[in-house]
């Protein structure tokens, strides 16, 4: 039976205005319905024309928010995520993991596995056939063009990527290459068609890229770092250098941006993960002009292609986000999301962002995190996410959980 949950306690105004379109009535209640349970409604979802993801980000009326989760990304646990594979306790998960384990015996490195053509899709495709999520995620990684860029790296098992000679002087930037997917990456625009023809338009296809701030801090540090001195050095005693590399990432991310737009993506996530190691005067000089500079850039290409910006631990910075111009800010889980929203405005949608944590716990609690995130989020302009990708030793079971009652919601 469908349960009735506490009304939103939202802006009476629209949530949403400008570039997405008109929006629509707000309801008062999110009716959340039992696990599994059929729920009658008159809403659209994904339809042949356009997939539910895209519909709610621009703006559309829904009958829930899309769904989607981020595998593990930037995290520094490779080889745990592998052992994590035998754990499983459900089926058709067990099959879908024990194959990228194999694949990963097979294709150890990385690398290997994301320059792949077959693999991507083939690994791409693995959490789509088993939850069916609104949005599949192309499987790559943030650094994969930077060889084409002349930077050399690589993913090493424990301990992450490693960036073979860190750019640290302006010869070093000089040598940068603006990056031609077409080129470099023949792979992505060849799976991501792929996944357009498997998925169709039940799911959104999404590309994704780094942002340039995030980009130039694993290559100017040579990896991950903690501390961000060696960036840091650069940007507060040569500024100039830091930023001629900057606007190399900008005009190369956002050619990548289109690329991955032509071959089929139907929304580019941008991740600016490292964003938030600057304080907010610093973000203003060497973030957020570039991120505005690529979705303009994107814009007067691909005016409708939806761009979604992350950048973790960004609850100092949130006011500034929508200044970039994307269509969706995703929020993690430190900010509250009726807070979050207010912060940020009625032109942004919004993405995320219960704590990846929380699928450690109960089910009762998953679901309660998930029905109370959405009510915050109302029901315009909201795409249900986690604040960050699942995490090392997440039970199975619970991320099936997730996905069910997140499924099984009604505005
Ligand atoms: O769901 C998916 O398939 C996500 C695909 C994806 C990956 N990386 C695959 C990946 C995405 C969206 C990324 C983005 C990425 N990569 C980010 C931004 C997201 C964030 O976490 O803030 C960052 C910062 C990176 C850089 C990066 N790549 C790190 C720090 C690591 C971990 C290295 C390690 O040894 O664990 C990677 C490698 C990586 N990229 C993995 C995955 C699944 C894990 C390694 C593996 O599977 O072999």
Redesign the pocket.
Known sequence: MATACPPLSLPSTSLLRGRAGPRRRQLSAVRCSAVGEAVAEEASVGTAVEPLLVSAIRGKKVERPPVW???????????E??GLLLEVTIEGFRQCLVSYQLL?ERYP??RE??ENVDLVVE??LQ?WKVFKPDGV???????TPLPGMNIPFD???????VIYDPLRTAAAVNEVREFVPEEWVPYVGQALNLLRQEVKNEAAVLG?V?APF?LAS?CVEGG?SKNFTMIKKMAFSEPTILHNLLQKFTTSMANYIRYQADNGAQAV?I?D??ATELSPADFEEFSLPYLKQIVDSVRETHPSLPLIL?A?GSGGLLERLPLTGVDVVSLDWTVDMAEGRKRLGSNVAVQGNVDPGVLFGSKEFISKRIYDTVQKAGNVGHVLNLG??IKVGTPEENVAHFFEVAKGIRY
């Open positions: 989760l981020m595998r593990q990304a930037g995290s520094e646990t490779g080889l995520f592998v990963c490195k990385f596995r994301s690994i791409s959490p995620i192309l499987f790559s990684d943030i650094l993913i090493v098992k424990g301990k992450g990527p994704f780094g995030t694993y991950s996530q991740f993960s490292w992350y973790s960050h990708g």
